[in-house]
C-alpha cells in the first residue's frame, strides 16, 4: 500500500462480478493494474476502458490486492494452483468474493505469504454498470483474520457497501440465505408472469414490477429488527462476533 493507503488492484474473473468490483475500488481511487482474460471483452471494456486483459500470473505479479471473481467451483484449485506456481507474494492482500467461502479457502495463498480477505456485496450482479449502482445501497458479509479485519471492512466501504462480519463458521449459512432469498424470488416472480402471460396480460414482468417491491419492502421491513431499521448499526467490532 503506498502513502495515500492507496493500491494497485488486479482481478482474476472476467464475469458478471470482476469487471464490476474493479470499477467500484477504481472509483475510491485504487490504481487497475490488470483483469484476466476470458469474459466478454467489448463488455469488459465498457466497463474499465485501457485496463489491460493479462495472465493470471501477471495480474497478481503487478498486483498489491489481487480480486479473485470467479464461480464457486474453480476458487478452491485456482488458489491451490497459483500457489503450487509460486505466485502468491509476501504481504498481497487476496480478496475473494464468493458467498460461501470464508477465509480458509485461500489458505494456500495465506501459506505463502498472502493476506486472505472474503467480501461478498449481497446485490445479483448484471454484469453493467447498474450495479455500480446498487452497490451503493448494498450491505457486504466480511470474514478475515482479526488484525485485517479492518481492511476487509474497508474495502467493502470503498466499494459503496456497508460492511457486516460474518465468522468463518457462519458462511455455510450465510449462503444458503443468500441462495433462498436470490432463487426464491426468482421462480416466484417467473411462474407469476407465467400465469399472467397465459391469460393474455401484457408485460407480465412490468405489471409485476410495483407489486413486487412493495411486497418485498414490506417483508424486508417486518425482518428488520427496530434498532436496525432506525440505523443503530453500532460499532463493526460488535456485529456478529
Given at each position: 500500500?503506498?502513502?495515500?493507503?492507496?493500491?494497485?488492484?488486479?482481478?482474476?474473473?472476467?464475469?458478471?462480478?470482476?469487471p464490476?468490483?474493479?470499477?467500484?475500488?477504481?472509483?475510491?481511487?485504487?490504481?487497475?493494474?490488470?483483469?484476466?482474460?476470458?469474459?466478454?471483452?467489448?463488455?469488459?471494456?465498457?466497463?474499465?476502458?485501457?485496463?489491460?486483459?493479462?495472465?493470471?500470473?501477471?495480474v497478481?505479479?503487478?498486483?498489491?490486492?489481487?480480486?479473485?471473481?470467479?464461480?464457486?467451483?474453480?476458487?478452491?484449485?485456482?488458489?491451490?494452483?497459483?500457489?503450487?506456481?509460486?505466485?502468491?507474494?509476501?504481504?498481497?492482500?487476496?480478496?475473494?468474493?464468493?458467498?460461501?467461502?470464508?477465509?480458509?479457502?485461500?489458505?494456500?495463498?495465506?501459506?505463502?505469504?498472502?493476506?486472505?480477505?472474503?467480501?461478498?456485496?449481497?446485490?445479483?450482479?448484471?454484469?453493467?454498470?447498474?450495479?455500480?449502482?446498487?452497490?451503493?445501497?448494498?450491505?457486504?458479509?466480511?470474514?478475515?483474520?482479526?488484525?485485517?479485519?479492518?481492511?476487509?471492512?474497508?474495502?467493502?466501504?470503498?466499494m459503496?457497501?456497508?460492511?457486516?462480519?460474518?465468522a468463518?463458521?457462519?458462511?455455510?449459512?450465510?449462503?444458503?440465505?443468500?441462495?433462498?432469498?436470490t432463487?426464491?424470488?426468482?421462480?416466484?416472480?417467473?411462474?407469476?408472469?407465467?400465469l399472467?402471460?397465459?391469460?393474455?396480460?401484457?408485460?407480465?414482468?412490468?405489471?409485476?414490477?410495483?407489486?413486487?417491491?412493495?411486497?418485498?419492502?414490506?417483508?424486508?421491513?417486518?425482518?428488520?429488527?427496530?434498532?436496525?431499521?432506525?440505523?443503530?448499526?453500532?460499532?463493526?467490532?460488535?456485529?456478529?462476533?
Amino acid at each position: 500500500m503506498n502513502r495515500e493507503g492507496r493500491l494497485g488492484v488486479g482481478v482474476i474473473g472476467a464475469g458478471t462480478v470482476g469487471p464490476v468490483i474493479a470499477a467500484a475500488l477504481a472509483g475510491a481511487g485504487h490504481a487497475l493494474t490488470g483483469i484476466t482474460r476470458g469474459g466478454d471483452d467489448d463488455r469488459v471494456a465498457a466497463i474499465l476502458p485501457n485496463v489491460p486483459q493479462l495472465d493470471a500470473d501477471e495480474v497478481i505479479r503487478r498486483s498489491e490486492l489481487v480480486v479473485l471473481a470467479v464461480p464457486h467451483d474453480e476458487l478452491p484449485g485456482l488458489v491451490a494452483g497459483l500457489a503450487d506456481l509460486g505466485a502468491w507474494q509476501l504481504g498481497q492482500l487476496v480478496m475473494h468474493v464468493d458467498p460461501a467461502y470464508g477465509v480458509d479457502v485461500l489458505r494456500p495463498a495465506a501459506e505463502k505469504g498472502a493476506i486472505p480477505l472474503a467480501v461478498h456485496p449481497a446485490i445479483t450482479f448484471t454484469g453493467s454498470r447498474i450495479d455500480l449502482t446498487q452497490l451503493q445501497s448494498a450491505w457486504a458479509a466480511v470474514t478475515a483474520p482479526g488484525p485485517v479485519l479492518p481492511i476487509a471492512q474497508a474495502l467493502a466501504v470503498e466499494m459503496g457497501c456497508e460492511p457486516i462480519v460474518v465468522a468463518e463458521s457462519d458462511r455455510a449459512a450465510y449462503a444458503e440465505a443468500i441462495h433462498t432469498a436470490t432463487t426464491f424470488s426468482t421462480a416466484i416472480v417467473h411462474q407469476a408472469s407465467d400465469l399472467l402471460r397465459g391469460i393474455g396480460v401484457p408485460n407480465p414482468g412490468g405489471y409485476l414490477s410495483a407489486l413486487v417491491r412493495s411486497t418485498i419492502d414490506r417483508a424486508l421491513s417486518e425482518a428488520t429488527p427496530r434498532d436496525l431499521a432506525l440505523g443503530d448499526y453500532g460499532d463493526y467490532d460488535d456485529i456478529d462476533e
